[in-house]
Every structure is written in structure tokens, then in C-alpha cells.
């Protein structure tokens, strides 16, 4: 998908939720962070040439941190995130640089998603597609999350999830095989 594209996803995937016009764009801070993202990225990985790249970069990581002070949202340029992708609430979101998440994905606020482990469970997380994670959730080390996988509120995953599962708890475990039907 080129730039234009992955922004339409965005922006339908939060009208599908009952924003309208006015309201996205001027009113929704998690569109806010994933639009700088898009255009950030976008520069991360288009922009070759040297004088352009690096000033480029310095702006958009400037907007970057005005984003990320005014909304509490955090989204690195060279993060991987697929189209569709959907911040639900303001604030507290932290993504790592390295993270890898697919397509037609929720986050809820306060969730983290990074760096953690030891040894060879040491790394950044893959998140499938059609995940859904809950408020206030960690999803830490060198995991891989499958399709359609939730992940409950206040959990912590620091384990590999397989597809159409339901987790929960510090560590998380799988508590359903239903997945994240009717979440995304």
C-alpha cells in the first residue's frame, strides 16, 4: 500500500468506530500519533539521499515528540505497523522502534510494547493480524502474538501466542480459543 492508502485505512478503521470528519482529525489523538507515524515512516524508509534524510528525520522526529507530549502516544518511525491499525483512547501508548505489528490491529490505552526477556527471549515483539490488546497491557521480549489474538486488560505477555487466542493475567494465559471476533 502506498502512503495514501495506509492513511484511508486509518482514518476508516476510526470512522468505523463513529467519528466523523471534524472529529478525527481535530478531536482523536490516536489518529493524531498514527498519522505522524505514517508520514515519519514514510521518510524512515523512502528518503535515501543523506542532507534530505537527516533533516527530514530531525522534523519529523521534533513532531514526533510535540505528538508524543501532547497525546501520550509514542510511535517511533521505524516501527513496522500494517494498515487499519487503531488507537482507541488518549495516552500512555509506547511502542518500541523494532516492534513488527500487522494489519487491522487495536490498541487500548496504556499499553506497552517492547523491549524485555533474557538470553534468547531477549527482543522486540511480532504482532500478527486482527489483534486486539486491552488497557493497560505489556506485550515484552522476543514473542511472536498470532491472527486474531486478544490480549486482556493489565496482562502481561512475555510468551508467544498462537492464533484465535484469548489471554489474560501476569504472566498471561490462554484462557479462550474464541480469539478477537467482534473486538476489531
Same mark, same amino acid.
Given at each position: 500500500? *502506498?502512503?495514501? $492508502?495506509?492513511?484511508?485505512? %486509518?482514518?476508516?478503521?476510526?470512522?468505523?468506530?463513529?467519528?466523523?470528519?471534524?472529529?478525527i482529525?481535530?478531536f482523536? =489523538?490516536? +489518529?493524531?500519533?498514527?498519522? =505522524?507515524?505514517r508520514?515519519?515512516? +514514510? !521518510?524512515? !524508509? @523512502?528518503i535515501?539521499? =543523506? #542532507?534530505?534524510?537527516?533533516? +527530514?528525520?530531525?522534523?519529523?522526529?521534533?513532531? $514526533?515528540?510535540?505528538?508524543?507530549?501532547?497525546?501520550?502516544?509514542?510511535? #517511533?518511525?521505524?516501527?513496522k505497523?500494517?494498515?487499519?491499525?487503531?488507537?482507541?483512547?488518549? &495516552?500512555?501508548?509506547?511502542?518500541?522502534?523494532?516492534?513488527?505489528?500487522? *494489519? %487491522? !490491529?487495536?490498541?487500548? $490505552? &496504556? /499499553?506497552?510494547?517492547?523491549?524485555?526477556?533474557?538470553?534468547?527471549? @531477549?527482543?522486540?515483539?511480532?504482532?500478527g493480524?486482527?489483534?486486539?490488546?486491552?488497557? *493497560?497491557? /505489556?506485550v515484552?521480549?522476543?514473542?511472536?502474538?498470532?491472527?486474531? /489474538?486478544?490480549?486482556?486488560? !493489565?496482562?502481561?505477555v512475555? =510468551?508467544?501466542? #498462537? %492464533?484465535?487466542?484469548?489471554?489474560?493475567?501476569?504472566?498471561?494465559?490462554?484462557?479462550? $480459543?474464541?480469539?478477537?471476533?467482534?473486538y476489531?
Open positions: 500500500m *502506498n502512503l495514501l $492508502q495506509l492513511i484511508l485505512s %486509518d482514518y476508516s478503521k476510526h470512522k468505523k468506530y463513529g467519528g466523523h470528519f471534524l472529529g482529525v481535530f482523536t =489523538q490516536g +489518529f493524531w500519533a498514527v498519522f =505522524q507515524y508520514l515519519a515512516h +514514510f !521518510c524512515y !524508509c @523512502r535515501k539521499w =543523506q #542532507p534530505f534524510r537527516l533533516l +527530514f528525520l530531525m522534523l519529523f522526529l521534533l513532531w $514526533q515528540k510535540i505528538i508524543e507530549i501532547t497525546t501520550g502516544i509514542s510511535i #517511533p518511525a521505524s516501527a505497523i500494517g494498515h487499519s491499525f487503531y488507537i482507541g483512547h488518549f &495516552g500512555g501508548i509506547i511502542i518500541n522502534a523494532n516492534v513488527i505489528i500487522g *494489519n %487491522d !490491529c487495536n490498541i487500548s $490505552q &496504556g /499499553v506497552t510494547i517492547g523491549v524485555g526477556g533474557r538470553g534468547e527471549k @531477549r527482543g522486540t515483539p511480532i504482532l493480524d486482527k489483534v486486539y490488546v486491552g488497557a *493497560n497491557a /505489556v515484552s521480549g522476543n514473542v511472536n502474538i498470532g491472527y486474531e /489474538v486478544l490480549i486482556g486488560a !493489565c496482562s502481561l512475555n =510468551q508467544s501466542i #498462537p %492464533d484465535c487466542s484469548v489471554v489474560l493475567g501476569v504472566p498471561a494465559v490462554i484462557i479462550s $480459543q474464541k480469539g478477537s471476533k467482534g476489531i
